[in-house]
């Protein structure tokens, strides 16, 4: 899978063409749903842009793809989401999103939520969506 991957990204990444080969990459499985994702980065000293990657296999048909494919879409454009480099019928090449879980203190802190709150609404009001 590992090489597979690399050719995939190599392929449709155009910062990541100056890799030259998988062992120059770091390939980390995530858990996922009904997805198979792979955090996918270079190594100590391999130049590639951007340096972290997100390999997303889709492996089974939980929602309806197209509805999924224009949101995802949708948030990238806008600059929301991570940034989607390639997809097809079955993968999805995207940006690293580096994140972590909202505490319990930003959780109820107004300025955050009412931050929040904001963007969810414009976003579930956007045309596009």
């Known amino acids: 899978m590992q090489n597979t991957i ?3 990204i190599t392929k449709n990444v155009p910062g990541w063409a ?22 996918v980065s270079t190594k100590e000293g391999i130049s590639a842009d951007p340096p972290v990657l997100l390999f997303r296999k889709f492996e089974q048909e939980l929602t309806d793809r197209r509805i999924e494919q224009a949101i995802f879409q949708t948030k990238s454009d806008d600059g929301t989401g991570p940034k989607l480099f390639f997809t097809d ?6 940006g690293f999103f580096h994140g972590r879980p909202i505490s319990i203190w930003e959780m109820r802190n107004a300025s955050i939520f009412l931050n929040y709150a904001e963007m969810i609404c414009d976003y579930n009001f956007s045309p596009i969506a």
């Open 6 to 8: 690399f050719d995939l």
């Open 18 to 39: 100056s890799v030259t080969s998988p062992d120059d990459i770091v390939f980390n499985r995530l858990s996922g749903l009904s997805n198979a994702c792979y955090k």
């Open 89 to 94: 019928g079955t993968y999805r090449i995207e």
